[in-house]
């Protein structure tokens, strides 16, 4: 097939789920063209080695790259996120006519809403089918964090956001969704049962995979002989880290156990005078560290923590960072709800408790600090096992491809 993909992110961005799906339909056999915006997450700021021209096509390990110019920007203003959204929108949209001629069929990795314009005109023009991979509930997902108390102008955006997703739930020719719940909520929403299917996430195995604890990786998070419980990724009002670091404090010195953040965002700076606050000297703040060294990382700690905010937005949500410890067969501590915490527990992958309860959350952390060795070797063991047998970039692909397939077969039966 030719297959064009769609993505407003893109690697060398953190972009693994439409970057190694590229590679592997390609290295299938299939001819990819990717239509995509020049590199700038999460600074905002374009990548040394790239300039933002209308002409930038490259191949790259079999797959075309087309790169559009975008408005760059990333300081969490609504403005401008609209703003580098509806960019990327009208250069994808102008360039797709040209550069997806003749493709038998779309992947178009949402969000955001915009990344769907380029696809909507060639259905227009030329009725190429798309399958659009639903990775976030909108509106909600964008509007949630304000809900409360939201003014007349979020109202009105959080109404024409629902219109707009109704009108791309419909016009797909076949939707992929990372958990089950998210399943029936776009099925509410508008789209027919029979285009919906669950197609858990994968993520980057060539970064996140088992290997030994090294003494690089143990100095790296600063260990000291106690159990380390990890959070790796953004700290944003989705994550509200500030739980772990009440959870974290109410156990210092009860129990050997210590928190350590790598990473940062919009909460990061709150978090860190909270930990001061409370006297938390078992949280360690990291910072950014490249994904290169995130292996390293993840066997130095004894568990990776997954947050996820109590937000019926998000019991549909599975954080990236599920996939990436379950890969790198690390045990799971998952203050969540919804799918994540089901997935976790059908595992038995680790421990869980309910979102935003901080004290829960410490009663998790004290027995993590007791659990026997073996016992956590088990866990682990059962969290790569799961991990290959339900969300690995093999089986993702295999979906993908059989969708993108009856997509493109569904255009030829007109």
């Known amino acids: 097939m030719k297959i064009g993909v769609i993505s407003y992110w893109f690697p060398p961005e953190p972009a693994f789920i439409p970057g190694c799906l590229a590679e592997e339909l390609a290295a299938r056999g299939h001819e990819v063209r990717v239509l995509t915006g020049f590199p700038n997450y999460p600074t905002g700021r374009i990548y040394p080695g790239y300039r933002q021209r209308w002409r930038d096509q490259t191949d790259e390990g079999g797959v075309t790259i087309r790169r559009v110019p975008m408005y760059a920007s990333h300081d969490g203003s609504p403005a401008r996120r609209a703003a580098r959204q509806l960019s990327y929108a009208m250069t994808s949209a102008l360039a797709a006519p040209g550069y997806l ?46 809900v409360e108390g939201r003014p007349e102008g979020g109202r009105m955006m959080h ?47 060539r970064l996140f995979r088992p290997i030994g604890t090294t003494p690089a990786g ?13 959070h790796a990724g953004t700290m944003g009002p989705f994550q509200r880290v500030d739980t772990a670091v009440r959870a974290a404090a109410a156990v210092n010195g009860r129990v050997d156990l ?69 890969s790198a067969g690390a045990p799971v501590v998952a203050s969540a709800g919804g799918d994540t915490v089901d997935l976790v527990e059908r595992a038995r992958a680790g421990l869980s408790c309910p979102a935003e309860d901080w004290q829960a959350l410490a ?52």
């Open 218 to 230: 143990r100095r790296a998070i600063g260990h000291r002989g106690h159990t380390t419980v990890m």
């Open 101 to 146: 001629a003749g493709v038998d069929a779309l992947y178009v990795y949402f969000p955001p809403a915009g990344a769907y314009a380029a696809a909507a005109l060639l259905r227009l023009l030329r009725r190429v089918p798309a399958v659009v991979h639903v990775q976030d509930v909108w509106p909600e997902a964008v509007t949630e964090p304000a």
């Open 258 to 326: 210590d928190l350590v953040l790598v990473g940062s965002g919009p909460e990061e700076r709150q978090s860190r005078q909270l930990a001061e606050e409370l006297g938390a000297t078992n949280v360690r703040f990291l910072g950014w560290h490249p994904p290169a060294e995130m292996a390293d990382l993840y066997a130095a700690a004894e568990y990776q923590l997954v947050l996820l905010r109590d937000l019926p937005a998000l019991h549909g949500a599975v954080p990236a960072k599920l996939q990436a410890a379950l």
């Open 159 to 205: 109404g024409l956001l629902t219109r707009t997703m109704r009108g791309i739930y419909r016009s797909a020719a076949g939707i992929a969704v990372i958990a089950p719940s998210m399943r029936d909520v776009v099925i509410e929403r508008g789209a027919h049962p029979d285009k919906v299917r669950v197609v858990l996430n994968w993520t980057d195995e």
């Open 363 to 414: 009663d998790r952390f004290a027995l993590a600090a007791v659990i026997p060795g073996t016992a956590r070797a088990e866990m682990a063991q059962r969290a790569r096992d799961s991990y290959l047998a339900q969300m690995s970039l093999r089986t993702g692909v295999d979906q993908m491809e059989q969708m993108l397939a009856e997509a493109a077969a569904s255009r030829r039966r007109r």
